[in-house]
């Protein structure tokens, strides 16, 4: 997969197998008890949620992907 990206003339990053907000923070962030079913109700709690945790190299990163 890395040579197919790099071909493509995109830079490949690794990150370690971890999602970028844990779901029990999530759940206890955004005082819930049951998952959410639509995903913009989703989004609005956890972008707050990643700009409070995630390490800021990684969310300068990420806000370029999300956009």
């Known amino acids: 997969m ?5 071909a493509a003339g ?6 370690d197998d971890a999602p970028l907000a844990d779901l ?8 819930r008890s049951e ?8 989004y609005r709690i ?3 949620l ?3 945790t995630i ?3 990684a969310r300068q990163h990420c806000s370029s992907l999300i956009r």
Do not use: D, I, N
């Not at 995109?10 to 990150?15: A, E």
């Not at 029990?24 to 005082?31: A, I, N, V, Y």
């Open 10 to 15: 995109r830079r490949w990053m690794t990150l």
């Open 50 to 52: 990643c700009r409070a």
């Open 35 to 42: 998952p959410y079913k639509v995903f913009t109700p989703f």
């Open 55 to 57: 390490p800021l190299r």
């Open 2 to 6: 890395q040579q197919v990206v790099r």
């Open 24 to 31: 029990e923070e999530l759940h206890t962030f955004s005082r």
């Open 46 to 48: 956890w972008h707050p």
